[in-house]
């Protein structure tokens, strides 16, 4: 199963985990042309299998747009990334999905490992490995002084960037979502929305990770998000204790949010997700029995449009995908 259905002890507030390093390949210029893209590409082809871990490569331009959007919403390549690359850019990716490397990018590489919840040294040990295999392969573009050189000075250094995406919405029901962000950008670190950069948060999604890369070690920058990102979940459990002192109006927002979803003949994109915020909140506190972990991230991830469509095979116009998108909302409550 891939990694963004599964689910563990912290799921109840962190859903995911990724660490991301930006790498550049010695003999190559940084900002790079159609010419010596496909250069890199084809160094990088000859040398997959020595690379290993199941990575196939594929171009962003031989795939359709639907199949392009679908990895957005699983959070794998940036919405830029589409936007800004899509006739030159291409990703090495593996059958779980867990690893996935954006190809000509902002930096030649940015090898990139998630997780599931909030599994921050196991997924930056697997990173590791990955990058020190390619490091060995393909040449890094160092310096003794400064550390891996990269095209933006923000990742200058060890080139990391480590992000946990937090499941918010008690905060926001309490009016405290303002608060405990500030506090979060004190301590040195970006809060942004469901997909990065630039974008907004969605359902009560954010995502946390490290501003600093230069003069830090991947352990300090690792033991800092966790301290961060702990004391966070920490609040958003204080609370949802609070909101369940309400029994009945608690609940019911709960189950009211649920009978839109499982009796609704069409739902919007946005509106499902704001709904689903209150059906992951109930299910996660144990007061929405109905649903199981799996069924709640099926909804998470089906619902989107381009992996609503990739799962049924077909595109649809926004009305059309609106009845099929209740359909296959109906579809995985009553799955077995």
Request: hydrophobic share 35%; proline share 1%.
């Amino acid at each position: 199963m891939n990694w963004y259905l599964q689910s563990n002890e912290n799921s109840d507030v962190a859903k995911s985990t990724r660490i991301r390093f930006s790498r550049n390949i010695n003999g190559f210029k940084f900002n790079l042309k159609q010419e010596n893209i496909e250069k890199l590409e084809e160094k990088i082809k000859e040398n997959l299998y020595q690379i290993g871990y199941g990575l196939k490569f594929l171009k962003l331009k031989d795939m359709d747009e639907i199949t392009k959007m679908s990895l957005v919403e699983k959070n794998l390549i940036s919405p830029e990334f589409v936007l800004n690359k899509n006739e030159l850019g291409s990703i090495l990716i593996n059958d779980e999905e867990n690893i996935c490397i954006m190809i000509g990018n902002q930096d030649h590489l940015e090898i990139q490992v998630f997780n599931c919840g909030l599994d921050l040294e196991d997924t930056l040990n697997l990173a590791i490995e990955i990058d020190e295999k390619i490091g060995q392969t393909l040449g890094y573009a160092m310096n003794e002084k400064y550390g891996y050189l990269t095209s933006c000075p923000n990742n200058v250094g060890t080139g990391l960037r480590a992000s946990v995406m937090l499941h918010l919405p008690a905060l926001s029901k309490t009016k405290n979502t303002r608060k405990i962000l500030e506090a979060i950008n004190s301590f040195g670190m970006n809060i942004r929305g469901t997909y990065g950069e630039n974008s907004e948060s969605s359902g009560d999604m954010y995502q946390i990770s490290n501003k600093q890369t230069l003069g830090v070690t991947e352990k300090e920058i690792i033991d800092n998000l966790k301290i961060i990102v702990e004391k966070v979940i920490k609040q958003e459990r204080q609370a949802r204790k609070i909101l369940a002192k309400d029994d009945v109006t608690f609940e019911d927002l709960i189950y009211r949010s649920y009978g839109i979803l499982k009796y609704c003949k069409k739902i919007s994109s946005e509106e499902t997700r704001e709904l689903l915020s209150n059906i992951k909140l109930g299910t996660d506190m144990g007061i929405l029995k109905e649903l199981t972990d799996l069924k709640v991230q099926k909804l998470y991830l089906y619902t989107k449009p381009a992996s609503l469509q990739k799962l049924i095979g077909r595109q649809y116009e926004p009305i059309e995908r609106d009845i099929k998108r209740a359909e296959v909302i109906h579809q995985i409550i009553d799955e077995d």
